[in-house]
């Protein structure tokens, strides 16, 4: 059974810095592109970062580039989110999704083409 659970959520002001993680499991993690994806209270789901599948190619959307950095961990099947200079327009409930595409050839700012998705775990950036 596929599974993606993220993590690593919380309060936090703003310019400050929060790393996200996201476990999976029941699928062979090292040829799946995977993202990060949130939703702002009020708002649809927003594509915020992809990497492929051996961690060498990555793209951000423009809100967040420069200041969040996505990777992985093939080994320990892991994504991950690393946010700094954080502000209140990132506050969001943010989500891994994956893609059935080991590469980044594929349209992934389009969120139907990921597959699985994550439950979400929410980031709140307040003074």
């Known amino acids: 059974q596929v599974d993606l659970v993220e993590s690593g959520g919380g309060l936090v002001q703003p310019g400050g810095s929060l790393t996200l993680s996201c476990a999976t499991s029941?699928?062979?993690?090292?040829?799946?592109?995977l993202a990060w994806v949130r939703q702002a209270p009020g708002t649809g789901r927003e594509w915020v970062s992809v990497i492929d599948s051996t961690g060498t190619s990555a793209n951000y959307a423009d809100s967040v580039k420069g200041r969040f950095t996505i990777s992985r961990d093939n080994a320990k099947k892991r994504l991950y989110l690393q946010m700094d200079n954080l502000k209140s327009d990132d506050t969001a409930v943010y989500y891994c999704?994956?893609?059935?595409?080991?590469?980044?050839?594929?349209?992934?700012?389009?969120?139907?083409?990921?597959?699985?998705w994550g439950r979400g775990t929410q980031v709140t950036v307040s003074s």
């Open positions: 029941g699928f062979p993690f090292e040829v799946f592109t």
């Open positions: 999704a994956r893609a059935p595409d080991a590469t980044l050839q594929f349209n992934y700012r389009n969120l139907d083409e990921y597959d699985w």
